[in-house]
T-cell receptor, first 116, second 116 residues
């Protein structure tokens, strides 16, 4: 299995809703990432998990809450979002250490989130 | 802060033409990765270059890493409509003290449109 699977593919939520995005990989990658991407722009890093521990939070608002239940799963919990949070949310995974430099990221297809 | 300047931002060409995308930085990277992204999908890794001066070919695509490992280029020969997409360069750096994850610095992307 060489894929990162994200669900759901599309999500529409109100500003008072609570929802979760899910990401799964079975490649044995020990680093997992959440990125946010606006149309025609590069991905922006939100969170990094390595060995299931949060390594980086890029000053993301607390209405986004990541969780890494095990080495294969990554969740992003959403609460009280704003319309400007509408974007494509990408999950990625990678090897750690030297292997990362030659193998790069494997991205999922993303969740298209619309906040109304 | 490491920055990657990618140019051009937009490229609209006819089928059969050649093109080059550039990625430049004042920082040294351990590797430079190129991704291609189609609308509604996540980026897909095309190639990584690790050694200064390295040249890699992938069918009609030629990737080069500068001698000083600060810049890279992507050249496409005889472009086809299927090459249309967002091309992203991304630099990966080693961190003193031993990073446990792979943080990428993305360029701003090049939106390529190849007309039949």
């Amino acid at each position: 299995d060489t894929e990162v699977t994200q669900t759901p593919k599309h999500l529409v939520m109100g500003m008072t809703n609570k929802k979760s995005l899910k990401c799964e990989q079975h490649m044995g990658h020990r680093a997992m990432y959440w990125y946010k991407q606006k149309a025609k722009k590069p991905p922006e890093l939100m969170f990094v998990y390595s060995y299931e521990k949060l390594s980086i939070n890029e000053s993301v608002p607390s209405r986004f809450s990541p969780e890494c239940p095990n080495s294969s799963l990554l969740n992003l919990h959403l609460h009280a979002l704003q319309p400007e949070d509408s974007a494509l949310y990408l999950c990625a995974s990678s090897q750690l250490g030297e292997a990362f430099f030659s193998l790069g990221y494997t991205f999922g297809s993303g969740t298209r989130l619309t906040v109304v | 802060t490491q920055l990657l300047e990618q140019s051009p931002q937009f490229l609209s060409i006819q089928e059969g033409e050649n093109l080059t995308v550039y990625c430049n930085s004042s920082s040294v990277f351990s590797s430079l990765q190129w991704y291609r992204q189609e609308p509604g999908e996540g980026p897909v890794l095309l190639v990584t270059v690790v050694t200064g001066g390295e040249v890699k070919k992938l069918k009609r695509l030629t990737f080069q890493f500068g001698d000083a490992r600060k810049d890279s280029s992507l050249h496409i020969t005889a472009a086809q409509p299927g090459d249309t997409g967002l091309y992203l360069c991304a630099g990966a750096s080693s961190r003193a003290g031993g990073t446990s994850y792979g943080k990428l610095t993305f360029g701003q992307g090049t939106i390529l449109t190849v007309h039949p």
